[in-house]
Structures are given as C-alpha cells and as structure tokens.
C-alpha cells in the first residue's frame, strides 16, 4: 500500500486521525503540526517530544516523500543547485543568497512543453507535472541546506525553475496556499513570484486565486519576433496578452514583472524597445532585463554591454525601472533557462 503524504494532510484530517483513531490527547495535534510547519522537520522520527509509538503510528500511514538529492554544486556567487530525485523523475531546483534574502527558484514541471527557442528546458520536451507536495518537498530540502550551509532560512521563492506553472496551475496554485498560508508555512505572499511564458487565461485566473506577485516572460513585443523565440505568442500573441494584463490589473494591485531577455542583434534595437515601451502603456510594471545565459540555440549570444546600457536607457527615459539582472548560478548552469536534469540517473528514468 502507498502512503499518504503528510503534507497532503489538512489540520481537521490530522486531529480526527490522532483523536479519534489513535486515540491521542488534542494537544499532539499541535505537536505534531508544529514539527511539520514549524520546525519543518521532514522525518517523523525527529518529533522528539511525540511518543515512540505515536511515531511508529503516523510512519506507518504517512510519508514526507522526501527526494533524494542526486547532486549538489556551489556556484562562485554562493548559489546552490540541487538534482533531486522524486519516483517521476529528477528535478532541479537553486538557492539563491542576497544579502536581504535567501531565494529559492523552484520548478513546477519536468520539462517544459512550450519550447522557447532560447532556453534548455525545452530541449527536454515535457515530461511530467509535479504535484504540489513535490514543489513543496523541493522547498523543505532546500531550506534544511540553506539552514544547515549558509545558517539562514529560505525567504523567498520564485516559480522560474523547469517548466510553466500556469500549465500545471492546480498543483501550482495549492504549493502557493501552502507556503503562504499562516496554518502552513506562513511565508509572506510578497516574498513569492510564479513566472509565466505568458498562458493568459490563466493570468487571468491568477489575479483572483493568488496573492503572489506575477511575473511574465515576454522576450519581445513585436509579434513575429516573439513566436520566433516564444512560440506560445501563436496561441497568444500580443494583443490577448495585453488585454489579460489588463485585466489581471483590474484585479490585483501589484505590479507586473516583465522579464525581458536580451539577444544579441536580435531584440536589443531601438525599435525594439520602442516596441517594448508602446506594449507597457497602461500597464503598471517593472521591467527585469536579463542577458542571455548559454542557450541551446547556437546563433543566439548574449547582449553586449552597449546593447543593454542603450536599451535600459530608453526605458529609463521613459520612466519605466528596468534593471539588468545577471543571472545567479550560471557557472553551474543554475541560471535562468539553463535547468535540464543532464544527470545520467535521469536519462535512464526518462
Ligand atoms: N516557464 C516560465 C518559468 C520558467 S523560465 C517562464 O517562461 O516564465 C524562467 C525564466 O528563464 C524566463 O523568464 C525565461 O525567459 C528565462 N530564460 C530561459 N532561458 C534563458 C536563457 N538561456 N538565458 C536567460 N534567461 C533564460
Ligand atoms: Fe518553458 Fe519557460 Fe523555458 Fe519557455 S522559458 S521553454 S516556458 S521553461
């Protein structure tokens, strides 16, 4: 028989198990709730001031399906990218410290099915969705390194890992209750973003069902060049795009981040960016600009320096923030779009 997940476990489901099945006292209910969330311990043999047996009990019907970590590897810049293992397949997740904050880029898929001509993950096609313990359980094993290595607890979280949340929205949306709510994890709704290539019914939805901060990936806004490099821009292109940022703002009060890539000679001109500002209109938002990491796509270089200082210029002028953000970790190839799970375990699996 498989275990449940514990974390699968909402605090009335645990109390009637304990109460009335086990017949424990109610006040292990917050004992154990408290070693889960709290202290985030991921091994019921840790719950020290619970009963042998009690232990033994809730081993026997749950688990925390824990991955093992396949590999480890610390960037120069002190990020940590971590090769998981989960039954489906492996998944890459990067610690990322700040002098503020410790960030953790988590991903939501195996694979990516969108197929953006810049970045690894798509050379993987899609694989699997992970379920919203398994986005969790990446969290709970990064925080254990983050505690034990750097000595700071994980504070923030970014859904910019392998694959598109808004395509495994469900599992997606419930890791977000989870980690904010302040029954669960109770980490800040401000201190979380899920970044999408851009599927606008669910931006959409996204405005209602969270209070997380959005994130989109737009890499142009001219059309034709942004199918080349998104080819998601086929079954939504610009203009929808825009209508549901819109509309996502009549919803949400928060500001939008557009993560704009930079290609060398191919989105960085004038009129790109021109392009750019005119699709920004009405919209409240702040623009990252990220150069281009390795990419599996061999005509595709980063942006010269000139290129990103003219580019941020314009939109400056134009009095819309845009810093350039290098990315973390990519010396491991930890950064932005460079996760694919190349460990040979994995191969074998898929
Ligand atoms: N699927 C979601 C989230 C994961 S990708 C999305 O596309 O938004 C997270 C970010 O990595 C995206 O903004 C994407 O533009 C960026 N990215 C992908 N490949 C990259 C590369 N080679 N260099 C720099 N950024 C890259
Ligand atoms: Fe998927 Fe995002 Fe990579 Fe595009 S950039 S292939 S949506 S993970």
Same mark, same amino acid.
């Given at each position: ?166 395509? =495994?929205? @469900?599992?997606?949306l419930?890791?977000l /209750? ?6 669960? &994890?109770?980490? %800040?709704? !401000?201190?979380?973003?899920v ?11 996204f405005?209602?069902d969270s209070k997380c ?83 599996? =796509?061999? @005509? ?5 320096? /000139? ?6 210029? &314009?939109?400056? %002028?134009? !009095? ?31």
């Open positions: 028989m498989t275990l449940r997940s514990i974390l699968d476990i909402n605090r009335s489901e645990l109390e009637d198990i304990l109460v009335n099945t086990l017949s424990c006292k109610k006040f292990r209910v917050d004992q154990v709730w408290e070693w889960i969330y709290t202290k985030r311990v991921v091994d019921f043999s840790q719950m020290k001031n619970l009963p042998k047996n009690l232990r033994f009990e809730l081993s026997s019907r749950f688990s925390f399906y824990i991955p093992g970590i396949l590999d480890q590897k610390q960037s120069k810049d002190g990020s940590i990218k971590l090769l998981l293992e989960y039954d489906i397949g492996c998944v890459e997740c990067v610690i990322m410290p700040f002098e503020d904050r410790v960030s953790l880029c988590v991903s939501t898929q195996i694979g990516c099915a969108v197929g953006c001509s810049f970045c690894y993950t798509a050379t993987m096609g899609f694989k699997h969705n992970l379920d919203y313990t398994q986005i969790l359980t990446q969290f709970l094993v990064a925080n254990r390194i983050s505690e034990t290595q750097l000595k700071r607890p994980i504070t923030h979280v970014v859904y910019m890992g392998m694959g598109e949340p808004f395509l =495994n929205y @469900s599992n997606t419930k890791s /209750e989870k980690l904010t709510s302040s029954e669960y &994890y109770n980490l %800040s709704v !401000r201190s979380i973003t970044s999408t290539s851009g599927i606008c019914d669910k931006i959409v939805s405005a209602k901060g959005l994130a989109i990936s737009l890499g142009s806004a001219v059309d034709e060049k942004r199918t080349k490099l998104m080819p998601i821009n086929k079954n939504y292109g610009l203009k929808r795009l825009k209508e549901a940022l819109l509309q996502y703002q009549k919803i949400s009060s928060k500001l939008i981040t557009v993560e704009y890539i930079l290609i060398h000679n191919l989105n960085t001109s004038l009129q790109d960016v021109k392009a750019l500002v005119k699709f920004l209109t009405y919209l409240r938002v702040k623009v990252n600009l990220i150069p281009l990491n390795a990419s599996p =796509n061999d @005509s595709y270089f980063p942006p010269l320096e /000139e290129e990103i200082l003219n580019f941020r210029e &314009y939109l400056v %002028s134009k !009095r819309i923030p845009a810093p350039v953000r290098y990315s973390r970790a990519s010396d491991i190839y930890g950064a932005c779009g460079q996760l694919r799970t190349l460990n040979e375990s994995n191969n074998k699996k898929n």
